[in-house]
């Protein structure tokens, strides 16, 4: 069964940079999207960035200019590169595919971002 593993997180300083990457274990057809997510405390979670497989990406108001979603449709693997990160960057960090058939979610990786 398909499962997406996550990896990246860690703590880094403010102004600092993370890359995040999210890649399936299994075999998975027909992604029409890959993505990122986060949840902060006590916040619901919240889009970061999509990219469809053709390349095009969306961001996030809060984090355009600062972060670049990539993907390597035949690692099936998206990518989150995080520049000038902030406090306000810190929570968890999920990933996701969506196929034709159903969503994908990863278990989250934790970005702490230090004052």
């Known amino acids: 069964q398909v499962q997406l593993v996550e990896s990246g997180g860690g703590l880094v300083q403010a102004g600092g940079s993370l890359r995040l990457s999210c890649a399936a274990s299994g075999i998975i057809f027909s992604v029409n999207a890959m993505g990122w997510y986060r949840r902060a405390p006590g916040k619901e979670r919240e889009l970061v960035a999509t990219?469809?497989?053709?390349?095009?990406?969306n961001y996030a108001d809060s984090v355009k200019g600062r972060f670049t979603i990539s993907r390597d449709n035949g690692k099936n693997t998206v990518y989150l590169q995080m520049s000038s990160l902030k406090p306000e960057d810190t929570a968890v960090y999920y990933c996701?595919?969506?196929?034709?058939?159903?969503?994908?979610w990863g278990q989250g990786t934790q970005v702490t971002v230090s004052s």
């Open positions: 990219v469809t497989s053709g390349g095009s990406p």
């Open positions: 996701n595919f969506v196929t034709a058939y159903r969503v994908y």
